[in-house]
């Protein structure tokens, strides 16, 4: 080999080392580049991961603080809870212990005894102005009415006081004028009493007393209109659909008699009948006693400032703000009144201390009802059936005229 050839062959042997060492280090940082890429992308991911765990690690801990907090007000709540119904537990054995029943005694027994006998009489239905009115009694002309209101009510009076049909009520005052030496006195057939009882007027009138003031207590009652017997139902189980109608019952405290009544559906709210049967008739209502169904606003509203509002608020009640832009209604200080003594002195002394209590002649006077009546309605239309339950509320008031029992309290 000549020395040119082994110039060449060194020169080549050269470049190649010098080819290979420089691919050798673009490798190499190539390499390096690529691991500083992964170091970088694994300290993010790691950067990210922390950050994570953190955001789960405080909602974690935000939500266990949350639930230890709500834990600590259920437990608070029911302590308060427990201890609410222990004091009252307290109060009631306190006063089951204290309370000691009172004694009554009439003083006017014999009296009494002949006021309920008057009750059954059918003469102190029948007075001069009803006989006179009989007897003007002309010959029926076709399109007019024939009887007056006045007989018409007084044969439904005998209906309702003595439970008998129409057709016995025909009867029985056929019987009762030929007694009477009536016996030439038109007698209304049962068929003309019931198409009557629809559209007939039986006026109700408010009593004041000697300051021209009326005390009121209102509640009410059911009245059934059909179903079966409760005995059927407990035996056997019912298979008919039951319906009951609400009477609503306004009495006068002081003298227990009936000043307004309503029939309504079994689905009427009793403060939207309470709105309905005072309105209007206020101005001379001292106080108005009722249970916790008329604490409406509605309610306290018909009545206002002036009428003593004896009712009770509901154990949630809360007092009623009065701010410069939302002023307290005048007719919502009594209720505010309520609240804020019941909460110092408790519900039942609360009671005692306002007369709540004498809103019980209210039950007395449903009670008085349905012994005299029954629990049921004889009508079947619901205008015979608001006529029925006006004149049935007539006759209890005329049992009161007659005469009540005069109760004094014993040692």
């Given at each position: ?287 108005f006693r009722g249970d ?85 309605l004889q009508a079947r ?31």
């Open positions: 080999m000549t020395l040119k050839s082994k110039k060449k062959v060194a020169s080549e042997v050269s470049a190649v080392s010098v080819s290979a060492s420089s691919a050798e280090i673009r490798a190499s940082s190539r390499a390096e580049k690529k691991l500083a890429r992964a170091e970088a992308k694994i300290a993010k991911m790691l950067a990210r991961a922390e950050k994570r765990a953190e955001k789960i690690v405080a909602r974690a801990n935000t939500k266990a603080r949350k639930i230890m907090e709500a834990a600590e007000k259920r437990k608070l709540a029911q302590a308060q809870k427990a201890q609410k119904k222990a004091e009252k537990a307290k109060n009631v054995a306190e006063a089951v212990v204290v309370k000691e029943k009172k004694q009554y005694k009439v003083r006017n027994w014999a009296e009494y005894n002949e006021s309920l006998r008057k009750r059954g009489e059918i003469g102190i239905y029948l007075s001069p102005e009803l006989l006179a009115a009989w007897r003007a009694v002309k010959k029926k002309v076709v399109g007019e009415r024939q009887y007056p209101d006045c007989i018409i009510e007084m044969c439904l009076i005998v209906h309702s006081l003595y439970r008998l049909a129409l057709r016995q009520v025909q009867g029985f005052v056929r019987d009762l004028l030929q007694k009477m030496g009536y016996g030439n006195l038109p007698v209304p057939d049962y068929s003309t009493i019931c198409r009557r009882q629809a559209d007939i007027f039986v006026g109700q009138s408010l009593d004041y007393d000697e300051n021209g003031e009326i005390h009121i207590a209102l509640d009410s009652t059911g009245l059934k209109v059909y179903g079966e017997g409760e005995w059927k139902v407990r035996q056997h189980g019912y298979s008919k659909h039951r319906t009951w109608m609400k009477l609503h019952i306004a009495i006068d405290t002081q003298t227990q008699k009936i000043v307004v009544a309503k029939l309504t559906t079994n689905s009427v709210h009793d403060g939207t009948v309470a709105v309905d049967l005072l309105t209007g008739k206020t101005e001379q209502i001292a106080s916790g169904a008329y604490d409406g606003f509605e309610v306290r509203k018909m009545l206002g400032e002036s009428i003593t509002q004896i009712i009770p608020p509901p154990e949630n009640a809360v007092i009623q703000s009065d701010t410069e832009n939302n002023p307290l209604p005048p007719h919502l200080k009594q209720r505010n009144e309520a609240v804020d003594s019941i909460a110092a002195t408790g519900r039942a002394e609360w009671k005692k201390d306002v007369g709540y209590h004498i809103r019980s002649l209210n039950e007395v006077v449903m009670f008085r009802y349905k012994s005299t009546f029954g629990d049921r239309k619901f205008e015979n059936q608001v006529t029925e339950v006006l004149l049935k509320c007539k006759v209890l008031n005329v049992f009161v005229e007659t005469g009540m029992p005069v109760s004094v309290l014993t040692a």
